[in-house]
């Protein structure tokens, strides 16, 4: 990711060119601006903060954490039938997904993962799933399948299917998981 200074002046342009002070924005957005002005200082953003300053902008959030627009290409799995079937298309930002599930989002959670030859460890749960990379590759596995995700890609699912994520390159991957019930 993005040196964390780099992170807090890319916020500070956009709070500034959107004609708000330190303390409108922490007012709006329910902080102390004690608090928020430490973010701002030290670049130190709850993922949260940044997440909910991207949606109040209006700007992507991939933009303000890497400094440069998510790709739009979002992977969706499907179920037909007993099966599943991955389509790729021109799809869903991270911001956008936030607007369509607005009513059941739950705190976007960021997930670094080591490179490892293990495999993924598989999960179900309710609800839906979307993950954006922000760092690296992972690969998203569905049973006996995987999709490899790279920096900018993400992944849209229903995760009663058994799935997990595992890093897949030399380096650390990270990324963000948000789950609307």
């Keep these: ?36 002005a430490g973010y701002e200082e030290n670049g130190d953003f709850p993922i949260s903060v940044l997440y909910e300053i991207a949606n109040k902008f209006n700007v992507d959030f991939n933009e303000i954490i890497t400094g440069e627009p998510s790709r739009i290409d979002t992977y969706q799995v499907v179920r037909r039938g007993k099966g599943k079937s991955i389509s790729r298309f021109p799809g869903y930002r991270f911001k956008d997904l936030a607007f369509r599930y607005a009513d059941k989002i739950m705190q976007p959670l960021l997930v670094t ?8 460890k598989l999960v179900t749960h309710a609800g839906q799933e979307f993950n954006l990379v922000l760092k690296g590759s992972i690969a998203v596995v569905f049973e006996d399948q995987e999709i490899i995700l790279n920096e900018g890609d993400s992944i849209y699912f229903n995760p009663t299917y058994p799935h997990g994520q595992r890093c897949v390159g030399d380096t650390k991957a990270r990324f963000l998981t948000m789950i609307a019930e």
Excluded: F
């Design 1 to 36: 990711m993005e040196p964390i200074n780099e992170i807090a002046a890319r916020v500070k342009e956009l709070r500034e060119v959107c004609d708000y002070s330190q303390e409108q924005l922490a007012s709006e957005l329910g902080l102390d601006p004690a608090a928020y």
């Design 113 to 120: 993962l080591e490179p490892t030859d293990e495999p993924a």
